[in-house]
Every structure is written in structure tokens, then in C-alpha cells.
């Protein structure tokens, strides 16, 4: 009951917060995109060198007044600030405009790794990259990136923390460490499979109930959504993220400029890329990463940052409208 009355809390402060978002005039939500990336950055600095330890990991930052997630910030202050970069660059790109947004890219990727956080790192990488391969991109930069990638993957597996590493290892095999690395898989899909086609119904889950299923409020909250509500909730999930995907890109491809069309695209498909690496650990996909379900998942910081997303692309929207009109 008391994570209930605490996530009405969280929605009520980040609904509130995508009102706002979604009533600044676009030319000063453009404006704000360098200070709000300036702030994130500081912030994250601060986070490695003060921040809160929490189960091994050092992600969050005690501001006295509020306590944040100052990587949850940069899933959204990097996609405006690219977007910002290449709308004032627009008419004179070339390769060092690329190689600029690159390293404002990846500077904050790593300092979220070194938290470590390889999930957020995930969402905030994808979340540039969208930006840069809508702003025209061409396949020479693609495979130039691609090269690259390839090369620096020995370094960054060195980078992992050693139970990142064996997560990745333990995914071909989860039964080879049933009780240890495995086990949230294991769990997780079991839980999903005994859900069957209509679930056992609310609150009737043996997984989840009986405290099989680790986290089942936050990264592996699909898994008991699966058991609970079987195949009939878990498609009508994957449907209303498909519309708010399809809608936001919608309104990303008719907004009225090059910083809305390819900040609103990029926090669309960043969105989607939230969902897709949540469901995909939890069914055994892909590595367990540590990224909540958008929207569904227990916790604030989240919640803000994906709310404030849909406010900017409500933001975008009127404008649009206002623009025609």
C-alpha cells in the first residue's frame, strides 16, 4: 500500500511537470536545451564524485531538498541538446559537426557506465544516435560508426562490471546458474508462461505472490502483468505503446521545425526502446540491464522523464496547431 500512495505521489509530480513542459513556447524550450545539458552533465559529475552508494552501484545525488537520478535527466536533456545543435548547424553540416555530436554523445554514456548503469547508458546512447540519424547521416558516417564499434567492443567489455559480464554469459544458458545469474530469467519466464492466454487473474499469480519473482514492482513488473493478465494483457500493453509510438512519431514528422522534428522523434523511439529492453530481458531475450516498464514500472524518476517526454511532444503538437492556424 505504501508504494501506491508513493507512485500516485510520483505520477501526480510528473503529470504536473508534463503540463508545464507542454505550455513553455517552443523557441524557449529550444533555448533551454544547452543550460538543461549543462545542468545534466553537472550533475552527473557530482553523482560520481558524491553521489549516494546503493547496492554497489553509485546513481543517485542527495540535493538536501529532492533526491534524483541525474542520468534518468540525460535521457532527455541529450536528445534536445543534439537537436538544438544540428537546428543551428543545418546549413553548413559536415563531418565535424558529427564528430562534435558524437562526444557530446558519449560523454555522458560514460560517466553513466562508471556508475554502473549499463541500462540507462543503453537508452541515453540510443537516444543520441536517434538524433544523429535523423539529421541526415550519411551511410559513409554509418559505417564509419560501425567500424568503430566493433573495435572498441574488447574495450568496452572491459568496462563492465564482472556480474554485467556474467549476465551477458548467462543468457545462452540461464540453467547454467539457476540460483545465481539465471535466476531472474528463469523466474521471469516461468512466470510469463504459466499465465497462459487469459492469467490467472489479479492478484492470483504464484510467481509473484509467493516472492518467486525478484523485483516485481519495477524491472520485472511485465513478467507479473503476464502471469496476472496472460496473453489477452500483455498484447493490449504492447497496443498502447504502439499507438503512443506510432502517434508520437506522428506529430514528430509534421513538427514545425528541424529541433522539434528530430528532438521528438528521438523521445519517441527512445520510448520504444525503454519498452523493447524490458520486455526483452524479462522473456530471456536480451541481458538483464536494469530498465523499468514506461509508465508501469515502480519508480519517480521514470515516471518524470517519460512524462515529460509525451509533454514535450504535446509541446510540439500545439505548436504545430498554432503555426497552421
Known amino acids: 500500500m505504501n508504494k501506491v500512495v508513493a507512485q500516485t505521489k510520483h505520477f501526480g509530480v510528473a503529470l ?14 529550444s533555448r533551454l536545451a544547452l543550460p538543461v545539458y549543462i545542468v545534466a552533465m553537472v550533475l552527473l559529475v557530482l553523482t560520481a564524485l558524491i553521489g549516494d552508494q546503493a547496492k554497489g552501484a553509485q546513481r543517485w545525488l542527495d540535493l538536501q531538498v529532492i533526491r534524483i537520478q541525474p542520468s534518468e535527466l540525460m535521457k532527455i536533456a541529450l536528445p534536445l541538446m543534439l537537436a538544438w545543435y544540428f537546428d543551428r548547424y543545418e546549413r553548413v553540416l559536415n563531418l565535424k559537426h558529427y564528430f562534435i555530436a558524437a562526444i557530446l554523445m558519449v560523454a555522458p554514456v560514460i560517466l553513466i557506465l562508471k556508475q554502473p548503469d549499463l541500462g540507462t547508458s543503453i537508452l541515453v546512447l540510443a537516444s543520441g544516435f536517434f538524433v544523429l540519424f535523423f539529421a541526415g547521416m550519411s551511410l559513409r558516417v554509418l559505417g564509419f560508426i560501425a567500424t568503430i564499434s566493433v573495435l572498441v567492443m574488447p574495450f568496452a567489455w572491459s568496462m563492465l562490471e564482472p556480474y554485467q559480464q556474467t549476465r551477458v554469459l548467462t543468457l545462452l544458458n540461464p540453467a547454467s546458474d539457476p540460483l545465481g545469474a539465471g535466476y531472474h530469467t528463469i523466474q521471469s519466464t516461468i512466470a510469463i508462461g504459466s499465465g497462459g492466454f487469459w492469467g490467472k487473474g489479479w492478484m492470483e499469480g504464484t510467481q509473484s505472490q509467493l516472492n518467486f519473482l525478484p523485483e516485481g514492482t519495477t524491472d520485472f513488473v511485465f513478467a507479473v502483468l503476464g502471469e496476472e493478465f496472460g496473453f489477452i494483457g500483455v498484447l493490449i500493453i504492447f497496443l498502447a505503446y504502439l499507438v503512443l509510438v506510432w502517434r508520437g512519431l506522428q506529430i514528430a514528422t509534421r513538427a514545425p521545425n528541424v529541433f522539434s522534428r528530430l528532438s521528438g522523434a528521438s523521445i519517441t ?3 520504444f526502446i525503454y519498452a523493447f529492453v524490458n520486455v526483452g530481458m524479462v522473456i530471456g531475450l536480451l541481458p538483464i540491464v536494469g530498465v523499468p516498464l514506461p509508465l508501469i514500472s515502480f519508480g519517480g ?3 518524470v522523464t517519460v512524462l515529460i517526454g509525451i509533454g514535450i511532444l504535446m509541446n510540439f503538437r500545439a505548436n504545430r496547431r498554432l503555426i497552421q492556424t
Not at 504536473?16 to 524550450?29: H, Q, R, T
Open 301 to 303: 524518476s521514470s515516471a
Open 16 to 29: 504536473i511537470l508534463m503540463w508545464a513542459v507542454a505550455k513553455i513556447p517552443l523557441g524557449y524550450l
Open 269 to 271: 523511439l527512445t520510448l
